[in-house]
């Protein structure tokens, strides 16, 4: 994802008008000034292009502007998202000053100026520094500009007069002046309605290359991040965050990713990235201590709860050494000064908004445990006293601290309550807050059975993970409420662990098999499908179906015996080597989800139909037995996609795509399988889960960049391996003998399985 730039500059040659120098004419002093002429198509084309890309910029002139038409709106728009603007400041033009005094006006940093040699700066602008070329030999500075470009983007450095002149100024968020097509939001909608995380990953790619770009990856990344789809989340943000290492959306989203992948140093870095900038937004302030809150908590959480995992293990639940060991572990957790470190960051997020109804409920949950293990061990308590602090004063203050911090957030769930009623809407995460909140403040266990029955109801199921761990550290630490006997809490938190539902196993890891060939059709014979001789094979010759289906099969026990049994296999349903590869799966018993580009009948008659009627015969057993599974296993579920998945109900790409070069509806039928291959292996364990892309095609076309050819360089910069059934030789021969000799070799030698190497 390359940064852009805006490039304000005169164009053509131009005269320039060098200072003035004085002189003695006629024993008078005049000045006498000399003009110098610059050739400013030459000085782009030798200088700022190549400069600009050697750092891999994209470029916009005011030229390409006007040769577009709407110059005025298309002007202010790329001065105002560019991510550099470079303004030769050579000529004293009008147009040149106003340009830069738009950017100047809105933008505060990454405006760089250049000039020739031997010219005079004007006088509103003498102060800032420039970048110096020689216009007669532009050609040799091309160096040093990308550099001193290099230099400025990675600095923080204000460069614009008018916020250095107006510091409490703001600078406006590029992102508002750029608007995503709103059939691509569209569509971004829909795969999060529909939990289809590979869909998201597809969009996130196509996305790449257009003005609007980076606001379509926020729009995809929040909802993977909403849909829990960690993977595909990371990639995104981290793909924001790679452009603008600064951006306080992206930081603090990848500083919950992290932590949530147990990377806590960089969940810190993240967040420190974002703390350090001047945010004036209160809210944003708030959601950041928020969120150091929650890292200083998982960092308690580690201090000492590996301990109870060892001790469970080693010691039968009940036995003495058990309760002795255990009680240690809680004296251990009541020691760490992360845990008063946690609740003051989580009650200072609170103060700071008291919207933030969850850093509230954090900074309660930790408070009452804080408490319920003072008064459990009063020596260590006191020993943790602060000079002159009085322990029993401290303690009577943090249960003055409970009663204001339940009122608090009492009266801010019910005023969330009654918004969401008025809007007849449903938030699953206030569902959940409101249970974990009755189960710390209720007298009745039914009471919080029931709100944690209502909140399964709509908690997808990585939310009830996530409270079953929360209730657990009540168990583990033997929390009582400090300051409300009638307060049962270890009774309402076992009612609560008995409403949330078991968590399921975990997803097994195996090979998952992504497959793509060759089509067949009977109407082209091998030797005109060929063209000329030693022209790539288009088509898989009729001939050749029971060798195909032979190295398939063979190619599939390769994967089986080097990485285990096949979880699934990933293919579409076109004629010819795709069906052949679901034919072969149903043999093997392996079973196979089917990708189509269209719905059954249309694509029937755009893939199958040409090849015949046997091939229509054979797709429609394929798709009758995968429907069939989806009826009997129920497919739609939090973690698995379709047995059965339809791309598009028409030939023609989505408005917003048709600009895309060289992009047809079936390379994005590939594409697509890909990236739900790719989530497949983090659902089922990215560490653990191979993923291999078997390719039946004529090895000779990845030379030529075909469809094939792009979907193994993608697979390939993603990490996965890619296998090839070379079948460039199958249509030489018009007879394949049963034997599987193919001409008079042994296929089992010459199948053409190869490893394609990694780039």
Same mark, same amino acid.
């Given at each position: 994802m390359p940064l852009t730039a805006f490039i304000i500059r005169p164009f053509g040659t131009k005269d320039v008008l060098l200072p003035g120098k004085?002189?003695?004419?006629?024993? $008078?002093?005049?000045? #006498?000034?000399?003009?110098?002429?610059?050739?400013?198509?030459?000085?782009?084309?030798?200088?700022?292009?190549?400069?600009?890309?050697?750092?891999?910029?994209?470029?916009?002139?005011?030229?390409?502007?006007?040769?577009a038409g709407n110059i005025r709106e298309d002007m202010f728009h790329l001065?105002?998202? $560019?991510?550099?603007? #470079?303004?030769d400041m050579t000529l004293h033009n009008p147009n040149v000053f106003y340009e830069l005094g738009i950017r100047h006006a809105f933008r505060d940093k990454y405006t760089f100026l250049i000039r020739s040699e031997g010219n005079d700066d004007p006088f509103d602008l003498k102060t800032d520094r420039y970048f110096h070329y020689n216009h007669e030999r532009p050609g040799e500075s091309v160096e040093r500009l990308s550099q001193a470009i290099r230099a400025t983007l990675a600095s923080e450095r204000t460069d614009s007069p008018v916020f250095r002149l107006l510091p409490k100024m703001r600078a406006e968020d590029r992102s508002r002046f750029i608007a995503v097509p709103r059939d691509f939001l569209e569509d971004v909608e829909r795969a999060k309605k529909h939990r289809r995380g590979g869909d998201l990953r597809l969009l996130a790619h196509e996305s790449a290359g257009f003005l609007w770009e980076v606001e379509a990856l926020r729009e995809i990344g929040r909802a993977q991040f909403e849909l829990n789809f960690m993977g595909g989340a990371r990639t995104t943000w981290e793909e924001i965050a790679r452009r603008y290492p600064n951006d306080v959306e992206a930081n603090m989203v990848l500083s919950t990713i992290y932590q949530r992948v147990s990377d806590g140093t960089r969940s810190e870095q993240a967040l420190a990235r974002v703390t350090k900038l001047s945010i004036p937004d209160v809210n944003v302030v708030a959601e950041i201590r928020g969120l150091i809150g929650r890292n200083l908590k998982s960092k308690w959480i580690e201090s000492w709860y590996p301990q109870i995992k060892e001790v469970r293990q080693k010691y039968g639940v009940g036995s003495p050494d058990f309760v002795l060991k255990m009680t240690g572990v809680r004296e251990r957790a009541l020691r760490s000064p992360l845990l008063r470190k946690a609740r003051e960051a989580y009650a200072e997020a609170f103060r700071g908004n008291l919207n933030h109804t969850y850093a509230g409920l954090s900074a309660l949950s930790l408070l009452v445990m804080e408490v319920s293990l003072a008064r459990e061990f009063p020596a260590v308590w006191k020993l943790m006293a602060n000079r002159g602090e009085d322990p029993a004063a401290t303690l009577k203050s943090l249960c003055e601290e409970i009663e204001h911090l339940t009122a608090a957030l009492?009266?801010?769930?019910?005023?969330?309550?009654?918004?969401?009623?008025?809007?007849?809407?449903?938030?699953f995460w206030f569902e959940t807050m409101e249970a974990a909140f009755l189960c710390l403040t209720a007298e009745s266990k039914e009471k919080v059975a029931q709100s944690y029955l209502e909140a399964m109801l709509w908690a997808p199921r990585y939310a009830e993970a996530s409270m079953r761990r929360a209730l657990?550290?009540?168990?583990?630490?033997?929390?009582?409420?400090?300051?409300?006997?009638?307060?049962?809490?270890?009774?309402?938190?076992k009612a609560a662990l008995e409403v949330i539902r078991r968590e399921e196993g975990k997803k097994e890891s195996g090979n998952i098999i992504m497959f793509v060939g060759l089509r067949m059709d009977e109407r082209v014979g091998s030797d005109e499908q060929r063209g000329q001789a030693g022209a790539p094979m288009r088509f898989l010759p009729h001939q050749c179906m029971e060798t195909a289906k032979r190295a398939i099969h063979r190619a599939i026990e390769r994967e089986r015996t080097n990485h285990g049994e096949v979880l699934f296999g990933m293919a579409a349903g076109a004629n010819g080597s795709d069906l052949l590869f679901h034919e072969v799966c149903d043999d093997l018993q392996i079973k196979t989800r089917l990708y189509l580009a269209l719905p059954k009948d249309q694509y029937i008659g755009e893939y199958v139909a040409p090849a015949g009627t046997d091939w229509v015969e054979k797709?429609?057993?394929?798709?009758?037995?995968?429907?069939?599974?989806c009826r009997m296993v129920n497919a739609v579920d939090s973690?698995?996609?379709?047995?059965?998945?339809?791309?598009?109900?028409s030939m023609e790409l989505p408005r917003w795509l048709q600009s895309k070069p060289s992009y047809t509806?079936?390379?994005?039928?590939a594409v697509w399988m890909l990236q739900h291959a790719m989530v497949q292996r983090h659902i089922h364990d990215a560490e653990g889960t191979n993923v291999t892309l078997m390719v039946l095609w004529d090895r000779r076309e990845i030379d030529a960049k075909g469809s094939m050819a792009d979907l193994v360089e993608l697979a390939q910069k993603n990490g996965i391996k890619v296998v090839?059934?070379?079948?460039?030789?199958?249509?030489k021969s018009s007879v394949v003998p049963a034997g599987g000799e193919v001409n008079g070799t042994d296929h089992d030698h010459t199948s053409g399985l190869e490893l394609v190497p990694m780039p």
């Open positions: 004085e002189d003695v004419v006629d024993g $008078a002093k005049v000045r #006498v000034s000399k003009l110098m002429k610059v050739n400013f198509d030459e000085v782009h084309q030798k200088l700022i292009g190549p400069a600009l890309g050697r750092l891999h910029i994209a470029a916009n002139t005011t030229e390409a502007v006007i040769e001065l105002m998202t $560019a991510d550099l603007v #470079v303004a009492a009266y801010a769930i019910e005023a969330e309550r009654e918004r969401l009623t008025a809007k007849n809407c449903i938030d657990w550290l009540y168990v583990d630490l033997e929390t009582k409420h400090p300051h409300h006997p009638t307060v049962d809490l270890q009774a309402n938190v797709f429609n057993t394929i798709y009758r037995i995968r429907k069939a599974e973690d698995s996609e379709l047995i059965v998945s339809v791309l598009s109900d509806v079936g390379k994005r039928n090839h059934i070379d079948c460039s030789e199958w249509g």
